[in-house]
């Protein structure tokens, strides 16, 4: 996937982010969120700054991200006719580089800071709002976070995806139920597992509260190898969703080699 983002990367890709200067929330610091030093811009971050984060192409394939789509569902020729939980599941920036290191900083802010790191969060709102612009059609019934177990939630004090998931409810004006879908195992770090150990690790691990609506956004903070969204989207299908989209900041390249082109969220 990274040759597919670093080729996209031509000059011209620059208005692109420009145009994204309107849709920023007023309320953040003027200057950039890494350097501190220059106003910023597209982003939370000053245009250099900017720049260092790994951006997926925005004419990939609404499902794997990994190549150009042509269809006009926005596919690419391996996922059409793919048999997947969820529709589509965006993206707007690789997980490489700086981005790894926001998000890390946002879901593990420094103990005693009393709440969130003020400036990864304020990137990673705004590159969550980046990957909700690309989603089209119409805006969800409903927004769902990726829940944490109980056990988590209580050691980490919040749960990353659903604080995404506020900011996309808000903007969209739809509701946002943090406790639509609960984690019932605890189970074990996806990090390191291969695609099927994952798989069998989150198998089971959900369950829906009450009639879930047709149309929902499942948010995340990374997506890898898309099992734990599979199974999260699994669990709202059966209990009545019918399009489920997957709106998450970043996409890894599984250490740079290609995701499998059948796309990493349809299984
Ligand atoms: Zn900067
Ligand atoms: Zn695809």
Redesign the pocket.
């Known amino acids: 996937m990274l040759d597919f983002v670093r080729g996209a990367l031509a000059p011209g890709f620059a208005w692109l982010r420009a145009g994204f200067a309107g849709l920023l929330d007023l309320a953040l610091p003027p200057s950039?969120?890494?350097?501190?030093?220059?106003p910023?811009s597209a982003s939370a971050?000053?245009p250099?700054?900017?720049a260092r984060l790994l951006r997926i192409p925005r004419n990939g394939c609404a499902l794997c991200q990994t190549v150009p789509a042509t269809d006009p569902d926005g596919l690419c020729p391996t996922c059409i006719g793919a048999s997947g939980p969820f529709a589509a599941c965006i993206a707007a920036v690789a997980f490489a580089g700086d981005v790894e290191d926001w998000i890390h900083r946002f879901k593990y802010p420094v103990p005693g800071i009393g709440g969130l790191d003020p400036a990864p969060w304020a990137v990673v709102r705004e590159l969550v709002r980046e990957s909700a612009a690309r989603v089209s059609g119409p805006s969800p019934h409903l927004i769902v976070p990726v829940p944490l177990h109980p056990r988590r939630l209580r050691q980490r004090g919040f749960n990353p995806p659903a604080r995404l998931a506020r900011v996309l409810a808000h903007d969209r004006r739809t509701r946002v139920d943090p406790v639509a879908l609960e984690r019932i195992r605890d189970t074990p770090s996806q990090t390191g597992l291969a695609r099927k150990e994952r798989q069998r690790n989150v198998r089971g691990a959900f369950r829906a509260r009450g009639r879930i609506p047709p149309h929902v956004w499942l948010v995340d903070d990374v997506v890898t190898t898309g099992s734990t969204l599979a199974e999260a989207a699994r669990t709202l299908r059966r209990s009545g969703a019918r399009r489920i989209v997957c709106v998450c900041v970043a996409r890894t390249a599984l250490g740079g080699v290609p995701p499998s082109l059948a796309g990493p969220c349809t299984r």
Do not use: F, Q
Not at 32 to 38: D, I, K, R, S
């Open positions: 950039c969120a890494a350097c501190g030093a220059c910023r971050l000053c250099s700054c900017d």
